[in-house]
């Protein structure tokens, strides 16, 4: 439910495009989970009933991946923000799928590291 949940036409047109081409196409609602567990009562409510699931970071892609071509639930990770382990020695850290690169940079500050844009694999 609110605040997690929202059908509003202005909430579904921001989570219907990224900066691609594409026109807008808006989901049916948007939905916030917090956890990886509410992830997955989410999708597996969605594969039962059929309706498809669109991913949401930032909307910031260039493809159209975010637009709901065939309607659906919109999975607006932004609020999975938790950076976990960060390995110096292997340069690796574990994020959750809402942490920015700006987060994660703020984050590493000091330590010699930083991850840049165009980087493959954060997640």
Known sequence: GAPNVSTATAVREQHGHDESMHPC??????VWPQ??????????????????MVPFGTGTGLEGGVNAVQGGVCFDLSRMDTIGEL???DFS???????TRKALNSHLRGTGLWFPVGTVGIG
């Open 35 to 52: 956890s990886v567990g509410q992830v997955q009562e989410l999708a597996a409510l969605c594969h039962r009933c059929h309706v498809p």
């Open 93 to 99: 850290v574990t994020v959750e799928p809402g942490v």
């Open 25 to 30: 196409a808006p989901p049916d609602a948007v």
């Open 87 to 89: 390995s110096l020695e």
